[in-house]
């Protein structure tokens, strides 16, 4: 076998999580690689839109390693967040290949195989690190080829600029949704419709508590305590939102039940004229490059014990959400998935479970 593509250990994917591996990977002797389909470092932020707003203190948003500058008090923005993630694989000089996209992962006399778009790869281990980003959910709703109006997910959103002078929908209670509303709220009239009834978090919690309810539930699960997490679904006062609170532009309709050719409606009779909708909606995790393993869960997921594929040895999922780790698809909670999926690996590369 030739040794140029075989590695102990390959990392799909080059965002937040692939980057907190790939730092408990540098120590140990393992022979490692990320492959990342993207074009240049950063992962998903480089997609992000352009006023995005971390909910988390920059103290708080932090990868192993390096403090993202800026206290206590900073709310970073994507291009903040773009910087220290690219300055923070430059400083560690990771092994990354890109663009590489695997399109399937199959196992084979206990190797894995990739098929990528740039040759095959093999490895002893799989750590999965790709997020859900390039898998957005936009909800299936009755009427949606009659509109004649612009429909976009977040994920496609930049700016509110096409919006101006427009009237706009914006679906989800979530924190996108809340702060895509509020800058879009600024050029145009916005109707705001959510599946949940939105619950804004007080002005002085934010997403520094992340990590220390991610430290509680691990302590409590180490004591065999039936701890609660925090909801991740409530939306953080980021100045931006804290701004729109202040201008009373939240407002929330159910959520719709069909389109028509000028706009939406409910069952009820109701129906409002639009001229775009911007789903607001999530993403579902980005695992279409492991469906050739046959693995997958009737909810499209993976069974894992934490990071750890249970009916696949060898293969890791770390920053998925909570059925990966709680808090574990944020910068400041991956890190602790990613370590204890590095110690898991070096046992089993050495045979000690299988």
């Known amino acids: 076998m030739s040794q140029e593509n075989f590695y102990d250990v390959i990392v799909i994917g080059g965002g937040q999580s692939a980057l907190a591996t790939a730092y408990y990977l540098r120590r140990t002797n393992l022979r490692y690689v990320l492959l990342d389909k993207e074009n240049e470092a950063g992962g998903s932020w480089q997609h992000g839109w352009d006023s995005l707003t971390l909910f988390s203190p920059a103290q708080w948003s932090s990868l192993p390693g390096v403090i993202m500058t800026g206290g206590s008090d900073k709310y970073p923005t994507r291009d903040e967040a773009l910087t220290y993630l690219r300055q923070y694989e430059s400083r560690y000089q990771f092994p990354v290949i890109r663009p590489v996209e695997v399109t399937r992962v199959i196992k084979e006399d206990g190797l894995f195989i990739l098929s990528t778009n740039r040759g095959t790869y093999t490895s002893r281990a799989v750590i999965s690190a790709t997020g859900s980003y390039s898998n957005p959910i936009i909800p299936d709703i009755p009427g949606n080829s009659l509109f004649k109006g612009t429909v976009i997910h977040s994920a496609d959103y930049r700016s509110p600029a096409p919006f101006t002078g ?4 914006v679906a989800g209670e979530g924190n996108s949704g809340a702060q895509i509303l509020a800058e879009v709220s600024k050029v145009a009239e916005v109707l705001w419709t959510t599946r949940n009834a939105p619950s804004f978090l007080p002005d002085h ?4 508590y992340l990590f220390d309810a991610a430290t509680a539930l691990y302590k409590a699960r180490q004591e065999g305590n039936n701890y609660q997490p925090p909801s991740l679904g409530h939306i953080v006062q980021v100045p931006l939102v804290r701004e729109a609170i202040e201008r009373d532009v939240y407002h929330a309709l159910p959520s719709f039940d069909y389109f028509y050719e000028e706009g939406i409606g409910w069952h009820d009779g109701r129906r409002e004229a639009v001229d ?20 997958f ?3 499209g997921k993976i069974h894992t014990h934490e990071t750890r594929a249970i ?26 998935t990613a370590k204890k999926t590095i110690d898991e690996v070096v046992f089993f590369l050495k045979g000690h479970f299988h």
Do not use: E, M
Not at 278 to 289: N, V
């Open 166 to 169: 427009k009237r706009v929908v």
């Open 205 to 208: 919690v934010d997403g520094r």
């Open 276 to 295: 775009a909708v911007i789903f607001c909606t999530g993403f579902r995790s980005a695992l279409q490059h492991l469906a050739s393993l046959n693995i």
């Open 297 to 299: 869960q009737p909810d």
């Open 311 to 336: 009916n696949l040895a060898g293969l890791w999922l770390v920053g998925y959400g909570s059925w990966t780790g709680f808090a574990s698809a944020t910068l400041i909670g991956v890190g602790r």
